[in-house]
């Protein structure tokens, strides 16, 4: 007899229970993700908060140079217009064509951190002076997929900077006083003495042909003629050492530079028995360079003061200037009557990196230091006992 059949009884109180089971997991998960999102969402906050209250200014931009987000000090310092969706160039240069050697462009192609200055020229921020600087934000394939740019108002500390150079300049000059003095006095000397001879022929004027009287004035007038502009050369020269500095660049002729500097230490030079040998002096061949005049003079001044001090009576120093590569190099050299105790050699950094065997002051090399980064240039010191010590300068070039 055939087995009777039972249907089977779906369990749907199981499945009830699974389905609950189920919607409490999505439930909790769901929790998750809402305590997830509400901790995204003030981490979010938090970040976007300490990035509009820096103190500097923060700007992103794409691929294309487009700006695709800046903070509020950004805007704030270029409140003419809104920022977001304007090139870099037409926002902060009010230019239509993309800078020369854009350093955006340059970190994007190259991932390399670039640095500078800038004056702000409109706005409320005018003649503000600006440090600014260019990161890389790479992909997970490490391109750089976006530029970070950096603002910070550097104008306290600007002034600052050329407040304590002024101080200082000045100090050389009270240095220099006794022998710009004593140079001035010689050329005065002269003039004095050739006037008072023509004053003394013309008394007795009668007593001489003409042709030997115009002969003694020609000559005697061209020695008082030459020796008025020795010394308005030196005049000149000193006051405008002892100006205010400004921060604009041009392009310069370094051998003319340091020939000016040269000529104010030159009594100081003579009164220590030290010789001043200028390479490329005699034939004025222009080494340009793109600089600030003053900056530079109170430089190489600083620079010929340490070394003067640190050579013996009879020594010889060296100035030379000249194009090595992409570089222009100046070399100040003595002939190895410096006493050498410091290093052999290296890259002057900081104030503490002066060089025991060539001189210097911690706050007069940390000055030169200054004034050539402000040039994008580097300082080497170089010292070897007996043989010598020189400071090479390099120069980007033009």
């Not at 115009?214 to 050492?241: G, S, T, V």
């Not at 604009?248 to 100081?268: F, G, P, Y």
């Not at 530079?296 to 030379?320: C, I, P, Q, R």
Request: charged residues 25%; aromatic residues 6%.
């Amino acid at each position: 007899m055939p087995k009777e059949f039972k249907p089977v009884t779906p369990d749907f109180k199981g499945l009830g229970y699974s389905k609950v089971g189920h919607f409490k997991q999505v439930r909790s998960k769901i929790s998750e993700l809402e305590a997830l999102s509400t901790e995204l969402a003030r981490r979010h906050n938090e970040l976007e908060a300490i990035i509009d209250n820096m103190t500097d200014g923060l700007t992103i931009l794409d691929r294309d140079l487009n700006i695709v987000f800046v903070n509020e000090v950004q805007q704030t310092v270029f409140a003419q217009s809104p920022l977001i969706g304007q090139k870099c160039h037409e926002a902060f240069y009010c230019q239509d064509k993309v800078c020369q050697k854009c350093p955006a462009l340059q970190t994007m192609n190259t991932g390399e951190t670039m640095r500078g200055e800038i004056v702000i020229g409109h706005g409320e921020f005018t003649g503000r002076c600006f440090e600014w600087t260019t990161s890389a934000v790479r992909g997970p394939l490490h391109q750089v997929e976006r530029v970070i740019l950096l603002m910070r108002d550097i104008t306290e500390r600007k002034e600052y900077e050329f407040n304590l150079m002024r101080a200082d300049r000045m100090a050389a000059i009270g240095l220099l006083a006794a022998g710009i003095a004593h140079e001035i006095n010689n050329p005065l000397t002269s003039i004095a003495g050739f006037s008072e001879g023509l004053l003394k022929r013309l008394k007795t004027v009668r007593e001489f042909d003409t042709a030997r009287i115009i002969h003694y004035f020609e000559d005697y007038l061209q020695i008082i003629n030459n020796e008025a502009y020795r010394c308005r050369d030196i005049i000149r020269n000193l006051i405008r050492f002892s100006q205010k500095s400004t921060d604009e660049h041009r392009i310069l002729d370094v051998n003319s530079v340091i020939d000016d500097t040269a000529s104010l230490i030159k009594q100081h030079a003579k009164d220590s028995g030290i010789k001043i040998i200028l390479v490329n002096g005699a034939d004025k061949k222009p080494v340009p360079i793109i600089g600030n005049e003053s900056e530079l003079k109170h430089m190489f001044l600083n620079l010929l003061n340490n070394a003067l001090e640190s050579t013996e009576d009879g020594a010889t120093l060296t100035v030379s200037a000249g194009n090595s590569g992409n570089h222009v190099q100046v070399v100040i050299s003595d002939n190895g009557s410096v006493c050498a105790t410091g290093p052999d050699g290296g890259t002057l950094q900081t104030p503490q990196a002066t060089n025991p065997g060539v001189g210097g002051t911690p706050l007069s090399m940390s000055i030169c230091y200054s004034i050539m980064q402000h040039h994008k240039g580097d300082i080497q010191v170089n010292s070897v006992k007996g043989k010598g010590s020189a400071f090479v300068l390099r120069f980007p070039a033009v």
